[in-house]
């Protein structure tokens, strides 16, 4: 008991001293965790750091120090050090990550964490069913609790729900801590929440142990937080405990309660305050007296103070280290090591693109046991006991058609329709040492899980300074020219992801490629956004002979597909082949034009744009995408920077025009660019 209220008492007085700091302008930001150390405290006790794993959000100071976590990483935190464990100086404090104890890289954005979180519990089920796998399991243990906490404003998000959905379909050992201190900054439970009571509304949950508690009484909380984890332990499934606290504090320092809260309901919440209600049961109980007390508090405080100096010594991160860890420093696609591209021996008959990705996943997944592939609709059937009697769908477009058959269902298996939950659960899984290769069935509803692509997957490595990782491949169908694709199935926003620091983004032409492109994506150590052209998944130009296994091809490498001195087409995708033709085309006019596929995005090859252009003096970028802020207006503006010297004309661009695909053929056609749109571009800048 005196170990638990040390621990509380400790974890308001880091609080206060930063309060303290950010009032003299020491510190750049604060936000508190008082009112919530009871549970939190108790949650540690019956947790095992660096055994079970954390995903905390901002509030739980008190279950980091009870972790292990010490004040002056904490305060390190506050004052942007660099030797800070949580972010290395590179989040706001109170954004906890900790190797050593297990506790995952936390980012601002609320809920995100909830389903890495059940990816994390994920990728421990499936080394268990994975026979492969079984021995390379040392750091799973089979009663290992996944923490995961939230505030009552985050249960409004609908990853929250997604999250509890799989860990109750898959009876996954996930501990939900709702801290509900009744406000989401000014927003108060009742206008969050139907009814005000989160309770009432995940009760229906199968295979969820549901209790309710004061959080702010620290016995109570410890018995109820027991039975929580000991219920996850047992492998019976996920655990919520709602725990009602205090916030006795603002929201943050950015905040003023005041505005917002009366007098009397804050007088009311200061006579629940967990510190002083444990201190006062622990001289009620005579386990320790009010001079003992004052003793303990007075040693903390020295601890505080010497912490927090120390912390203030300590020196910010340089400013040359700003952008390590943005990709692997360990493994570089762009590497020749990841280049088996000349001379490799093409054998049997051609097969499409769709075929030759289909080839790569199954090489790959017989090659390494760690991968699993999910998605919607990717399985040949959810329902394995219809496999013997059916086809097998294996994807919408046919693309992991026979890989549940061949490595099964722990391996290979469908997804609830949320796109959030894919990708959220895949960075879960790719933190313990899986590596996911998940689909997004179409580019046009990759949206939903953006939060978990920009703020989370691709920020995971940076935000944590190299600590935390979550390398994983997203394969995303992409593009127009199908005729009725229409607005929901056509779409091209590349540049919106290109523009990520952190993501890979590839986009293959032909078969071949996309056959070594994606081993390299699957074999790299950073997140990549996989583009297929779905129009060009099935044509009969772009087919290839298989290559051998170990073909790939380094990211950041493009390729000449035609040879030309008169102008360049820098282009990609499903441009390529519409500019091949019109090349041919401009031909017969006399005009010689060299045509350069891209096939990376991110990275781009500068070098083979820089020969090209000094080649020919003339540059068209082409793409499918929209012509106002996409992906060509960079490579063009970067050329008439750098090479301004070595042009003759000014750079054009192709694009698709500034709307929607629409359904129509005869406006589709109007909309994405044609053959006769790069023909006009090439003739009139060869006249220019």
Request: net charge neutral.
């Amino acid at each position: 008991m005196l170990k638990m209220y040390r621990t509380m008492y400790l974890s308001r007085r880091i609080d206060d001293k930063e309060i303290q700091l950010k009032n003299q302008n020491k510190i750049f930001f604060q936000i508190s965790g008082a009112g919530h150390e009871a549970v939190l405290v108790a949650a540690g006790m019956v947790l095992r750091p660096a055994y079970d794993w954390f995903y905390p959000y901002y509030r739980d100071r008190a279950l980091c120090l009870q972790l292990g976590m010490t004040p002056l990483e904490q305060l390190l935190s506050a004052v942007g050090a660099a030797a800070d464990p949580n972010s290395h100086g590179r989040q706001m404090p109170s954004h906890w990550g900790h190797k050593k104890l297990n506790i995952v890289s936390q980012s601002s954005p609320t809920g995100t964490q909830c389903l890495q979180a059940v990816g994390c519990a994920e990728a421990g089920y499936r080394f268990k069913l994975i026979k492969e796998l079984r021995k390379r399991a040392s750091n799973f243990h089979k009663d290992e609790v996944i923490y995961v906490s939230l505030g009552d404003g985050t249960s409004s998000e609908g990853e929250f729900w997604e999250a509890l959905n799989t860990a109750c379909n898959l009876k996954l050992p996930v501990l939900f801590l709702l801290e509900d201190n009744g406000y989401a900054i000014s927003v108060p439970v009742e206008v969050q929440t139907a009814g005000g009571d989160i309770s009432r509304l995940v009760k229906g949950f199968p295979n969820l142990f549901m209790q309710r508690c004061d959080g702010t009484d620290a016995l109570e909380s410890y018995a109820v937080m027991k039975r929580a984890a000991d219920y996850c332990r047992a492998g019976r499934g996920p655990s919520f405990v709602h725990a009602k606290v205090i916030r006795p504090y603002s929201h943050s320092l950015s905040d003023d309660e005041k505005l917002y809260r009366p007098d009397e309901e804050r007088t009311a919440d200061a006579e629940r305050d967990p510190v002083k209600r444990f201190g006062a049961v622990l001289i009620d109980e005579g386990v320790i007296d009010q001079d003992g007390l004052q003793k303990l508090k007075d040693e903390v405080d020295a601890l505080v103070t010497e912490a927090a100096d120390a912390a203030l010594a300590s020196p910010q991160p340089d400013a040359e280290t700003a952008k390590t860890h943005v990709y692997s420093p360990d493994v570089d696609p762009t590497s020749s090591k990841f280049d088996t591209e000349a001379g490799a021996e093409l054998s049997g008959n051609p097969g499409t693109m769709v075929d030759l990705i289909n080839r790569a996943l199954h090489t790959e997944m017989a090659r390494d046991a760690r991968i699993v592939v999910f998605g919607e609709d990717v399985a040949d059937c959810s329902r394995e006991e219809f496999l013997g009697t059916v086809k097998g769908k294996g994807g919408v477009f046919k693309v992991t058609a026979n890989l549940q058959r061949k490595f099964g269902s722990a391996r290979v298996f469908n997804s609830p329709l949320a796109e959030a939950n894919i990708v959220g659960r895949a960075i879960g899984m790719a933190t313990r040492g899986l590596k996911p290769v998940v689909e997004i069935q179409f580019f046009d509803y990759i949206w939903p899980a953006m939060h978990q692509i920009r703020n989370e997957l691709a920020l995971m490595r940076w935000r944590s300074g190299g600590d935390w990782t979550a390398p994983l491949v997203m394969r995303v169908p992409v593009g127009g020219y199908l005729k009725g694709g229409a607005v929901y199935h056509s779409q091209s926003g590349v540049s919106t992801f290109t523009q990520i620091p952190g993501l890979r983004v590839v986009y293959p032409s032909n078969a071949l490629d996309a056959n070594g492109l994606l081993r390299t994506a699957i074999r790299c150590d950073d997140p990549v956004l996989f583009l297929e052209h779905k129009h060009l998944y099935r044509q009969a130009y772009n087919k290839s002979q298989y290559p051998p296994d170990d073909f790939m091809i380094p990211f950041g490498k493009a390729k000449k597909v035609r040879e030309g001195t008169d102008l360049s087409i820098i282009t990609y995708g499903a441009l390529v082949q519409r500019s091949l033709v019109a090349a041919k085309q401009a031909e017969q006019q006399g005009i010689s034009v060299e045509v350069v596929d891209l096939r990376t995005l991110q990275p781009y090859d500068w070098n083979a744009i820089v020969a090209t252009v000094k080649k020919t003096n003339r540059a068209i970028v082409a793409h499918e995408d929209s012509l106002s802020f996409g992906y060509g207006a960079e490579i063009a503006a970067r050329i008439a920077d750098e090479l301004f010297e070595h042009l003759d004309a000014p750079v054009r661009r192709v694009a698709a025009l500034d709307t929607f695909v629409g359904y129509a053929p005869q406006l589709e056609d109007a909309i994405l660019p044609q053959v006769a749109h790069v023909l006009t571009a090439i003739t009139q800048l060869h006249r220019y």
